[in-house]
Nanobody, 126 residues
Framework: QVRLLESGGGSVQAGGTLRLSCAASGYTYTNYDMGWFRQAPEKEREGVAGISASGGLTYYTDSVKGRFTIYRDNAKNTVYLQMNSLKSEDTAMYYC???????????????????WGQGTQVTVSS
C-alpha cells in the first residue's frame, strides 16, 4: 500500500523557517513526480512546489519563489520543502502528493497526483 507521511509543520513567527518532510513507503517513488500543495480555510487547494522524478526539474508558484525550495533524497524516499521568510499568508495545511501515472498535466494540477498524504499544519503569526 502506498503511503505518504508529512511532518515538520508547526507554528512560527513571520520571517521564520520550517522544513517539511514527506516520507514515502510502499512503492518505488523514485519514478514519480512529487508535489507540495496547501489549503487554507475556505480556499481551494493550491500547488506550492513540484519536482520531477529525477529531481532535475523544480516548479514553484509565484508567491513562494525565492523563499521555498523543494528537493528530494531518493535514497531516503523523502521529498522536502524548505520554507524560509515565512509570511502569515503561508498559513495552511500542507499536503504532499505523488504521481505514479505520469500523466502529462501541469505540476500544479491536483488531478495529476493519485496519492496524497494526510497533511501537516503550518501556522505563521505576524
Amino acid at each position: 500500500q502506498v503511503r505518504l507521511l508529512e511532518s515538520g509543520g508547526g507554528s512560527v513567527q513571520a520571517g521564520g523557517t520550517l522544513r517539511l518532510s514527506c516520507a514515502a513507503s510502499g512503492y518505488t517513488y523514485t519514478n514519480y513526480d512529487m508535489g507540495w500543495f496547501r489549503q487554507a480555510p475556505e480556499k481551494e487547494r493550491e500547488g506550492v512546489a513540484g519536482i520531477s522524478a529525477s529531481g532535475g526539474l523544480t516548479y514553484y508558484t509565484d508567491s513562494v519563489k525565492g523563499r521555498f525550495t523543494i528537493y528530494r533524497d531518493n535514497a531516503k524516499n523523502t521529498v522536502y520543502l524548505q520554507m524560509n521568510s515565512l509570511k502569515s499568508e503561508d498559513t495552511a495545511m500542507y499536503y504532499c502528493a505523488a504521481d505514479s501515472r505520469q500523466w502529462r498535466l501541469r505540476w500544479s494540477t491536483p488531478g495529476k497526483y493519485n496519492y496524497w498524504g494526510q497533511g501537516t499544519q503550518v501556522t505563521v503569526s505576524s
